[in-house]
T-cell receptor, first 112, second 112 residues
Framework: DGGITQSPKYLFRKEGQNVTLSCEQNLNHDAMYWYRQDPGQGLRLIYYSQIVNDFQKGDIAEGYSVSREKKESFPLTVTSAQKNPTAFYLC???????????FGNGTRLTVT | AQTVTQSQPEMSVQEAETVTLSCTYDTSENNYYLFWYKQPPSRQMILVIRQEAYKQQNATENRFSVNFQKAAKSFSLKISDSQLGDTAMYFCAFLSDNTDKLIFGTGTRLQV
């Protein structure tokens, strides 16, 4: 079955450590996205990529980094520069210009 | 910049009754797409319904329908014959024809 896999479901880190969230899709989608979800704030776009080896900052990119070396993979690194990293992170993908996003099941990151 | 506003943080409805969730948006674009996503307690994002701005006819999907008022920049979701499984967060979202960025509202928590 095709889909988007985010792993792990729960992630715990100490403050000051970088952490990488995995997102893999086997839908052959060109575009991939990372969103952050906080209570009362909906989903906010962190980074997105429309093709391999290219990506753009979203609305809240500070403290995050991404790479897109393969079409199937779009990992997100939460760096120590991110002031409030504890949140729920959602990855999504779509066929370019299809305007239909498919979402993964999310990763809950807790930094203490 | 485009914005999406959902003014109802929480709503409740009895089983079999009808409920309407409100959404307004702000844009200077003429061609765009509007979506309603459902996020149940599992936190999986599920597309409920979508509307193309160039279509005057309101979209419907079984018990879900929208009231799209382009001049008023309003996009409300009506759920008929509400079921227990409709309990979820509902997010309104906007996507311009010029970008691949999906912008979300802050959500409405619906309890059936």
């Amino acid at each position: 079955d095709g889909g988007i896999t985010q792993s792990p479901k729960y992630l715990f880190r100490k403050e000051g450590q970088n952490v990488t969230l995995s997102c893999e899709q086997n839908l052959n989608h060109d575009a991939m996205y990372w969103y952050r979800q906080d209570p009362g704030q909906g989903l906010r776009l962190i980074y997105y990529s429309q093709i391999v080896n290219d990506f753009q900052k979203g609305d809240i990119a500070e403290g995050y980094s991404v790479s897109r070396e393969k079409k199937e993979s779009f990992p997100l690194t939460v760096t120590s520069a991110q002031k409030n990293p504890t949140a729920f992170y959602l990855c999504a993908s779509s066929i370019r210009q299809s305007f239909l996003l498919h979402f993964g099941n999310g990763t809950r990151l807790t930094v203490t | 910049a485009q914005t999406v506003t959902q003014s109802q943080p929480e709503m409740s409805v009895q089983e079999a009754e009808t409920v309407t969730l409100s959404c307004t948006y702000d844009t200077s674009e003429n061609n765009y797409y509007l979506f309603w996503y459902k996020q149940p307690p599992s936190r999986q994002m599920i597309l409920v319904i979508r509307q193309e701005a160039y279509k005057q006819q309101n979209a419907t999907e079984n018990r879900f329908s929208v009231n799209f008022q382009k001049a008023a920049k309003s996009f409300s979701l009506k759920i008929s014959d509400s079921q227990l499984g409709d309990t979820a967060m509902y997010f309104c979202a906007f996507l311009s024809d010029n970008t691949d960025k999906l912008i979300f509202g802050t959500g409405t928590r619906l309890q059936v």
